[in-house]
């Protein structure tokens, strides 16, 4: 007697992988903003996580959320047959310094946003475009121009209206000498996160022609996850694992996965463009989840920074994509 429940089952698989696909193409230009969006909310989703963790170090959190970047993207990797080393000893050892610069940013963005409200910490952190073109400019000898030494000018005005130093704004009676130096030791986190990130996305344009987005990926993953526990141990600083930090962890790390996964999706259906414009939604939840989660409202300076951040970006991207084209 022949067995045909398995057959029809992969029948209606094949079935709807076929329809899954079909639509994808049909609808692509909708579809691609419907992966960021959801890719934007995980994200923003592991970040407001982070100030759930009680009674871990910042690198016991790292640590987790590397291990759910690694573990899922293997299995992805290895039932899709994709190569799990590079060839060549240069992208080998590239890799793993973007590993370790990535894992480095991951411990300071999430300092940042222990000590910084999230909408502050988000929007700092998303300066890092204008810091990997001085950085680019100083590496791969990319020419730097008067629009991006205005750029420059223009976020560093936007940072000093969020943090608000008491030398330049005097010192209000709601916050004292102590708020502002933990406030500047905040932004100083998130900016540090930048620019490690921001040197991480200099070596992925460096390899990017010879490997493939997912293991770009895993390389971040596994090595981070070999490295971690060694700084872990060395800096003393271990929390106790319980239940409930321990599962929202795991959570802010899925969150990660799921932010990075749909993120792939949205760019494999249109340009980096696109995706990246779409990125900036991370600040308009940050703002969201502040307000009406944390009861945090910012003062009228930090939006004003904000807005100021937020535009240079927009236009500095905006006159990259107009330059290629013309």
């Known amino acids: 007697m022949i067995d045909t429940s398995r057959n029809a089952q992969e029948s209606l698989i094949a079935i709807l992988k076929r329809k899954y696909n079909t639509y994808l193409l049909e609808h692509k230009e909708v579809m691609c903003y419907v992966f960021a969006i959801m ?27 590397c ?42 963005y999430y300092k940042g946003y222990m000590i910084l409200p999230l909408a502050e910490a988000a929007v700092l952190f998303f300066t890092n ?23 420059c000018i223009s976020c560093i005005t936007g940072i000093i209206l969020i943090i608000k130093p008491p030398f330049i704004f005097g010192s209000s009676d709601n916050e004292g000498q102590d708020s502002w130096e933990i406030k500047f030791l905040g932004a100083s986190f998130m900016l540090i ?21 997912l293991l770009v990926t895993l390389h971040y993953g596994a090595t981070s996850s070999l490295f971690a526990p ?41 340009k980096a463009s696109k995706v990246s414009i779409m990125g ?11 307000i009406f ?3 945090n409202i910012p003062d009228w300076l930090s939006v004003v920074g904000t807005v100021l951040i937020c535009v240079t970006l927009f236009t500095s991207l905006y006159q990259n994509l107009t330059s290629k084209q013309s």
């Open 293 to 295: 989660i944390n009861d």
């Open 230 to 270: 060694a700084l872990i141990v060395n800096s003393g600083s271990m929390g106790t694992l319980t239940l409930q930090n321990t599962s929202t962890c795991i959570f802010l790390g899925i969150m990660g996965f799921l932010g990075q996964l749909f993120m792939a999706k949205a760019l494999a259906l249109t």
């Open 39 to 65: 890719s934007n909310i995980f994200f923003s989703l592991e970040t407001f996580s982070v100030k759930k963790v009680q009674g871990l170090s910042v690198m016991q959190i790292s640590y987790f959320r």
């Open 280 to 290: 900036y939604m991370q600040i308009v939840f940050a703002y969201l989840l502040d």
């Open 193 to 213: 996160a930048a620019s490690s990130r921001s040197l991480a996305s200099i070596i992925i344009r460096k390899v990017s022609k010879q490997v493939s987005g």
């Open 67 to 108: 291990l759910c970047f690694f573990v899922p993207n293997y299995f992805i990797a290895k039932f899709s047959g994709e190569e799990m080393l590079p060839k060549g000893k240069l992208a080998n050892r590239l890799l793993i310094i973007r590993g370790l610069l990535s894992l480095l940013a991951q411990f300071f």
């Open 129 to 151: 475009p204008v810091i990997t073109t001085v950085i680019a400019s100083c590496l791969l000898s990319e020419k730097f121009e008067v629009k991006d030494l205005a750029a």
